[in-house]
């Protein structure tokens, strides 16, 4: 008897009917622990993703790190911006006097990431707002160009005015260049550094740093692609609309905001490095270092 169900026990476990068994628990046990988390990433993300990365607070200011692809504010409550996000974490900060809820001093585009100061209060307002229309504040932004640039620096001068193709809407703006479509051209002026020349999917892209003198709409984005290296990414005034890439990549890195209520000199990481881009971005010649990048093109 004892025999007969030791051969029976022998001869299960020789079939591989345990093994099979076995390889079928650790797949379900595999896609089980895979499943919990993607759970705990998406509650995180969705976490993350309703709150703004604070760079800076005090009694006066708020900075924070813009995601890109976001509204500021808008008219439709609906949709999600950096004044629906701001509400519910930060509801002490309201005004209840302003139709937006909070004192933008200075706004980013949609598509660019980056540094946004928010006054907290109207004293604080009054006096940034002062200060970025007498061109005081410096900006500065990072960026991925499309092709290598024949100039390691450049100083763009080129007007820009409203395009009267989008009168209504004032998605798009003109330089005088395009002399009958452009409307009320200003003086419009950008400062060029480059950092680094490389290649992202392939593709030759060249890495600057871009210091605005003037603050006109849209005013990177048009200079950029009026010298014939258009923003990765940027889809309004690309010559061919290019849907591949993520995200516009331009991005608001430092702001230094002279005040009398307390000096504002706030610098994010570099979210354009090659690990951050998943390394679809390669360096090949490096200009200029990030390191004496400002000194540099504050001087030219």
Not at 100 to 112: I, S
Not at 164 to 177: A, E, G
Request: with cysteine; net charge neutral.
């Amino acid at each position: 008897m004892i025999d007969e169900i030791l051969e029976r026990i022998v001869q299960f476990f020789s079939t591989g009917v345990v093994e099979k068994v076995i390889k079928a628990l650790l797949v379900l046990c595999d896609r089980f622990v895979n499943f919990i988390l993607s759970l705990c990433e998406g509650n995180n993300y969705k976490k993350k993703d309703e709150t703004v990365d604070v760079l800076y607070s005090s009694g006066n200011f708020l900075v924070i790190n813009k995601k890109h692809d976001l509204l500021i504010n808008s008219n439709d409550t609906k949709k999600k911006t950096v004044q629906t996000i701001m509400r519910k974490q930060f509801p002490e900060y309201v005004q209840d006097n302003l139709t937006h809820d909070f004192y933008f001093a200075h706004r980013l585009d949609f598509a660019t990431s980056g540094i946004l100061c928010i006054p907290l209060n109207k004293n604080a307002c009054k006096e940034v707002c002062q200060v970025f229309e007498e061109q005081r504040a410096r900006k500065y932004y990072l960026a991925l160009l499309r092709g290598h640039t024949d100039f390691d620096d450049e100083v763009i001068d080129i007007a820009i005015g409203e395009d009267i193709r989008f009168k209504d809407t004032s998605k798009k703006m003109c330089t005088i260049l395009e002399d009958e479509l452009c409307q009320n051209p200003r003086r419009s002026i950008t400062k060029v550094l480059v950092l680094d020349r490389g290649y992202y999917n392939g593709k030759p892209v060249t890495k600057v740093l871009l210091r605005p003198i003037t603050g006109r709409r849209h005013q990177l984005r048009l200079h950029c692609s009026q010298i014939g290296h258009v923003i990765v990414g940027d889809y309004t005034y690309s010559l061919k609309i290019d849907t591949s890439p993520p995200r516009m990549f331009l991005h608001a890195f430092r702001l230094v905001l002279p005040n009398s209520f307390e000096n504002i000199d706030i610098q994010t990481d570099d979210p354009f490095t090659e690990k951050a881009l998943k390394y679809k971005w390669k360096v090949v010649e490096q200009v200029n270092a990030i390191g004496t990048a400002f000194d540099l093109i504050d001087s030219f």
